[in-house]
């Protein structure tokens, strides 16, 4: 790429800069400026061909419908913090906040990589601010509540109720449950493999994200007769153990989206349960662990978890059985001892 300069003075200069930089090791060439936003996002999407399919059909899907209509077509070398700033601003009057962040956490993915191949010195998203994440009040599921669900749940499906209420599984992990990680005998469960979506929202079945979501799950007998009795009822024995416990047509694994149109959604409108989504019977689960006294270790390694501040910050929730229980144990430990009428009393002067 060439520049002109008014001055030969003015050329002197630039060059002197230029040969600075490059001692310093903070120069870039200047003709990867050029490259447009849309170029760099196709070979960041191509860089790492170990990120899950989902994950790269995700980030694809939102720089093709957020990003690139609005700055694909500039120069990476041309973009400023004010280009990014006003972005997440439209950004954030029509989409949802964690979204806005997903977003923009692929945008400056994007720009990291012009960075690290050198295609441009700064980066433009930087002093961004972004919307709060409000949390959401999780609901927690009384056992009522779950048999009324199960009951309206079309008959096949209903098993997949408990597995994410007893066993605190994703729904993912319970679509890619097969036959031969049911052992009855042993009454355990092994999840092994998990329902993802890839490209054009196509699913099919993947190892956990983590070792730690590969684990072997005790199950109690009322759920170990619940699964007998699915799988004799739809004839899945031992000689089919690569089969899934719940399949689609042709024995294809559940698309999530059309699961939860045809099959979720109506049945929790019989349930009168509206905006119960799947994820709370994993909260449920792991509520119901700590009201019970489940050590913090045994409840992470039944959920899947690496960290067990995940387990306690997110899905541990506080309810109001939990904080009556509380309140009385404080009292009989603490004031149960003590006269505390007549101390009262006597303080007042009464």
Known sequence: MSRTFRTKREATEYEATQRTAKTRG?????????????????????????????TKARDASALRVHVLPSLGHRRIGSLTPGDVRALVADWSTRMAPRTV????GALRAVVNYAVQNDLV????CRGIKLPAI??????????????????????????????????????????????????????????AEQVTRGAGGVG????????????????????????SKHLADSGLTGATSGALLFAGAGGRPLDYSNWRRRVWLPAVELADLDGIGFHDLRRTNATAMVLDGVDVKTAQARLGHSDPRLT???????????????????????????????????STGS
């Open 312 to 346: 306690l910050a997110i899905y541990a929730q506080a309810t109001g059985e939990g904080d009556r229980s509380a309140a009385e144990k404080l009292g009989a430990r603490l004031m149960g001892t003590t006269d505390v009428g007549r101390n009262t009393s006597e």
């Open 101 to 104: 962040r997903r977003t923009y």
């Open 26 to 54: 903070a120069w870039v060439d200047p003709r990867g400026a050029n490259v447009t936003l849309a170029e760099v996002s196709n070979e960041w999407l191509k860089s790492n061909p170990a990120k899950r399919p989902s």
């Open 204 to 227: 099919f079945v993947s190892p956990p994200k983590s070792a730690a979501g590969r684990r072997t799950l005790s199950i109690p007998v009322e759920l170990a007769s619940l699964l």
């Open 121 to 124: 010195v700064r980066s433009p």
């Open 134 to 191: 409000e949390p959401a009040k999780a609901a927690i599921l009384e056992p009522a509540d779950l048999a009324r669900l199960a009951y309206s749940i079309a008959g096949e499906f209903a098993p997949m109720v408990w597995l994410g209420a007893v066993l605190g599984l994703r729904w993912g992990e319970v679509a890619g449950l097969r036959v031969g990680r049911v052992d009855l005998l042993r009454r355990t469960i092994t999840v």
